[in-house]
């Protein structure tokens, strides 16, 4: 059975700082995708990022990236710089099945950038 | 070009009556999910429309049921409506199959009474 862990419920940084996010998972699917999201105040869920499983190298987008570890079916996210906007709910995801968008979420990480 | 829309944005509705619900994608996006967000259980899978079929569904009753139309909009149902019913609707639209990038609405928060 598919599992995500997002082991840290609530986290805080300060602005400017770097702060790392965890997830883990677990999924009998061979070739797949794995996302992080992010759901600001205003509930909009928004696309951070986005690894697929069957590339060594790790994902970047400007001053988000993350740590794949796919033996250890680890899926880190890095906030460099932390910004204010960066304050939100982030989640780590993988569609449920190959080949679908029906997507698994993690239980989230509440993420606080303190000035 | 323009976001996922959803319609409406919130709604209230009383235990026992139905609600539809509606998402247009964003232009040239033919597949559309839905997802529902509670306090208690998180972010959950409904159902996935691709091109007017639904390939998957979620683990939720029968009560809850979608469609998608030729322009790729999608509703989604829930009839007998139940106070464990109230969350945050979201849909999310991708390009196509497996694995795309999904960008989601602002969703429907739906209140039952």
């Known amino acids: 059975a598919q599992t995500v862990t997002q082991s840290q419920p609530e986290m805080s940084v300060q602005e400017a700082e770097t702060v790392t996010l965890s997830c883990t998972y677990d999924t009998s699917e061979s070739n797949y995708y794995l996302f992080w999201y992010k759901q600001p105040p205003s509930r909009q869920m928004i696309l951070v990022i986005r690894q697929e499983a069957y590339k060594q190298q790790n994902a970047t987008e400007n001053r988000f990236s993350v740590n794949f570890q796919k033996a250890a079916k680890s899926f880190s996210l890095k906030i460099s710089d932390s910004q204010l906007g960066d304050t939100a709910m982030y989640f780590c995801a993988f569609p449920a099945q190959t080949g679908a968008n029906n997507l698994f979420f993690g239980t989230g990480t509440r993420l606080t950038v303190i000035p | 070009k323009a976001g996922v829309t959803q319609t409406p944005r919130y709604l209230i509705k009383t235990r026992g009556q139905q609600v539809t619900l509606s998402c247009s994608p964003i232009?040239?996006?033919?597949?559309v999910s839905w997802y529902q967000q509670t306090p208690g259980q998180g972010l959950q899978f409904l159902f996935e429309y691709f091109s007017e079929t639904q390939r998957n569904k979620g683990n939720f009753p029968g009560r809850f049921s979608g469609r998608q139309f030729s322009n790729s909009r999608s509703e989604m149902n829930v009839s007998t409506l139940e106070l464990g019913d109230s969350a945050l609707y979201l849909c999310?639209?991708?390009f196509g199959p497996g694995g795309s990038e999904q960008y989601f609405g602002p969703g429907t928060r739906l209140t039952v009474t």
């Open positions: 999310a639209s991708s």
């Open positions: 232009s040239g996006h033919r597949s």
